[in-house]
């Protein structure tokens, strides 16, 4: 029905205003009061006009699409593009009403411009998704208004859609291509040096200037008349799994990302580099109980696998159960593997609770804990103190960062590796650690 799809613009209220003014006046003086019903005419005509213009033609006025990924990135900037097409034979005013979907709790998206006839209109616009899961867009709305703008036609010109929010696999891209391209020091990836010699032999090949000497193939060396040397490479198909703690500890927030977020972004990007460098990933949540076992393998399905599991795991306020997590990792991984496990402890007596358990799993397997720097606690130390509230204040932020200090240093103690990190720098310390351990040749 037209009445549904048809609103009054400004326009609309300036000219009735003007005529509720000269018919005003018409009480005064009669010529306002023919200037009012010459005025009255001339509006309803040019709304019977209007109207005419706008639902004269039968089938569709405009045309449009909403282009955009069957998946958006979690935490990156995620592109949408829409195409406008007017197909009314005059120039009509667009404005563009996009239903976004609720997590953006964005009410105000409002486009406009102009389309000549047969014209087209093409913008884009960004979303980053601070929420992983089910995103579901609405209708897309067009308003169309002749130039005399009195009335604008609602015109839907692309449906409701659903958008499933992923780990953020842009920025396991960016790593990913840096591995292929050796650019990693780039992004903040060390250059390890090697120790020792890794035991998985390679090939035989000519000497180059600066080999290890200790690579010299005599044998070979006498055969083909000229140096040849063994050629070594990192012992493949280790196993990685990451293990990721989805209890009350991993739900605070930090730049509209909680610890979890940043764990699981991590974690599928540590996957990817991992598979690249030939080992093979798996995966354990966790939280009062053990929330899903991925086992450790080295193909693309299986990276395709850790995203559908990873993108609606969401945090709890039940603590975490680490011998429900030891249970697991006993039973699921025979063979000594890299565990890399996302937690955190916000005190000293927190973390010496945890110790024992932690000690058992490392007794079979090399064990990383990964834990978290609070930023804001380390900003509320760097403000000048103005009263002795303020230096109370600043006594504990300090007690409370040093705490975290000497966690690494009782993990260390306890034959754990341990990794302290800022939420928006774990990716890059945790890569470091596992390129650290291959090189040192413990995995």
């Known amino acids: 029905m037209i009445i549904q799809t048809l609103f009054l613009r400004k326009n609309f209220y300036f000219g009735l205003s003007i005529l509720a003014v000269l018919f005003l006046l018409g009480h005064f003086w009669y010529l306002f009061h023919v200037l009012g019903f010459i005025g009255i005419t001339a509006f309803v005509a040019l709304i019977a006009i209007d109207v005419i213009m706008l639902y004269r033609r039968g089938g569709a006025v405009i045309e449009g699409t909403r282009n955009l990924s069957e998946r958006f990135s979690f935490g990156d900037a995620n592109s949408v593009s829409i195409e406008l097409k007017n197909l009314l034979p005059f120039r009509v005013r667009c404005e563009v009403i ?27 616009y960004t979303l980053k998704p601070l929420e992983r899961g089910e995103y579901h867009f609405g209708n897309l709305n067009v308003f169309i208004s002749t130039p005399q703008g009195l009335l604008s036609r609602r015109v839907i010109v692309a449906g409701s859609k659903m958008v499933k929010v992923y780990p953020s696999f842009m920025q396991m891209r960016k790593f990913e291509l840096m591995a292929i391209s050796n650019r990693l020091s780039d992004v903040g990836i060390k250059r390890v040096r090697k120790y020792g010699h890794q035991m998985e032999f390679d090939q035989i090949r000519e000497y180059i200037k600066g080999d290890d000497v200790r690579t010299i193939n005599w ?53 990817n580099i991992a598979m690249l460098r030939h080992d093979k990933a798996g995966l354990i949540t966790f939280n009062e109980k053990v929330r899903c076992v991925l086992g450790a393998r080295r193909d693309k399905r299986h990276l395709q696998t850790i995203m559908e599991m990873l993108y609606n795991q969401e945090t709890g306020f039940m603590e975490h159960n680490l011998e429900a997590l030891y249970s697991a990792v006993r039973y699921n991984i025979p063979q000594r593997s890299l565990l890399v496990l996302y937690t955190n402890f916000e005190s000293l007596k927190s973390a010496q609770r945890e110790i024992p358990l932690l000690r058992r799993i490392a007794t079979n397997h090399l064990l990383v804990v990964v834990f978290f720097k609070n930023t804001e606690i380390e900003k509320l130390i760097h403000k000048n103190a103005n009263d002795l509230e303020d230096i109370y204040r600043q006594t504990i932020a300090e007690k409370f960062i040093f705490d975290k200090k000497l966690i690494v240093r009782e993990l260390e103690r306890n034959g754990i590796q341990a990794i302290l990190s800022k939420p928006s720098e774990l990716t890059v310390a945790t890569i470091n650690k596992y390129l650290e351990l291959k090189s040192r040749g413990l995995i």
């Not at 105000?108 to 006839?117: N, R, V």
């Open 98 to 124: 996009d239903e976004l979907p609720i997590q953006f709790q964005i009410r105000d998206f409002f486009k406009q411009g102009w389309l000549s006839p047969g014209g087209e209109w093409s913008f884009k």
């Open 219 to 271: 044998k070979a060396t006498a055969r083909k008349d000229h140096l040849m040397v063994n050629q070594y490479q990192d012992e493949k198909s280790q196993q990685v799994y990451s293990l990721i703690d989805m209890g009350r500890t991993m739900k605070m927030p930090f730049n509209g990302m909680t610890l979890l977020d940043n764990a699981i972004n991590t974690s599928l990007v540590l996957a």
